[in-house]
């Protein structure tokens, strides 16, 4: 599977607060749909949608939530109907950005 992967470049790292780790968003692109293997404990489900659809501006959302014992407008996805916030949003945010810059 390795030799079917096509890495089209780096995104911003991103640190995230709660573990400490620093994330390093890769994309890539492959020529058939992967056979996705989540790992239970790290992953709620897995959530599929075209790139394209991310462009949408009606699916970027904002709500209230507690950070740090301060309320804060927290910006979110809102894809078929699940909250997709906090690093993997900020991460499609810009994936959505780029793509538009090439697209």
């Not at 390795?2 to 890769?26: C, E, K, N, R, Y």
């Not at 804060?72 to 906090?86: L, T």
């Amino acid at each position: 599977m390795p030799t079917m992967v096509q890495v089209l470049g780096a995104l911003t790292p991103l640190w995230i607060p709660p573990s400490d780790f620093l994330l390093h968003p890769v994309l890539a692109a492959v020529r058939r749909r992967p056979d996705f293997r989540p790992q239970p404990s790290e992953v709620a489900r897995l959530i599929e949608v075209p790139v394209r659809s991310l462009l949408d501006p009606s699916l970027r959302r904002t709500a209230t939530r507690k950070v740090s014992g301060t309320d804060r407008a927290v910006p979110y996805f809102d894809v078929a109907g699940h909250v997709v916030w906090g690093a993997t949003a900020m991460i499609l945010a810009e994936l959505a950005h780029v793509w538009q810059d090439v697209a």
